[in-house]
């Protein structure tokens, strides 16, 4: 199985499937979160890590976060994320 490295620095390596599953995770508890609060801005990183990828370490996490919003399907907002696409 192909890995891709995570972070920068003290980087890991994860299989690519995981991480895919990991950023699939990330989307959906995103729109879960904007549907039960849309008038919230986003979520704080660390409940959205721990709903989404709780084994990761928060480097980790907030590496592949920050690799979403270069992607632009996310938006981080100091210690908050949300959908690109959530006004």
Sequence with gaps: EQLATVGKGDAVALPRREIERIQSEVLLALRRFHAESPQ????????????????????TFLSLLRKMAEDRSIVINGAHARLANHA
Aim: glycine content about 4%.
């Design 40 to 59: 919230r801005a986003g979520i704080e990183v660390r409940a959205l890590a721990q709903a989404s990828a709780p084994a990761l370490s928060a480097p």
